[in-house]
């Protein structure tokens, strides 16, 4: 049986050559990440099936 794991800021990260903070950066605070670098990400991400960080993690 194959059980597929969710993709997390790290594994985005590993993918797009930067840390898990930039990737944190680039969902939350955007303006702070330079655009060829949100870019390499964004892709990252979508390549991955990353869907951004889960909104009821703020609610904690």
């Known amino acids: 049986m194959n059980h597929s794991k969710t ?3 790290a594994d985005v990260g590993r993918v797009a050559g930067v840390s898990r903070g930039t990737v944190s950066n680039v969902f939350n605070h955007p303006d702070l990440v330079r655009s060829d670098v949100r ?3 964004e892709a990252a991400a979508r390549q991955l099936g ?4 889960d909104p009821r993690g703020r609610v904690l």
């Open 39 to 41: 870019e390499r990400v």
């Open 50 to 53: 990353y869907d951004g960080p």
């Open 7 to 9: 993709p997390t800021l």
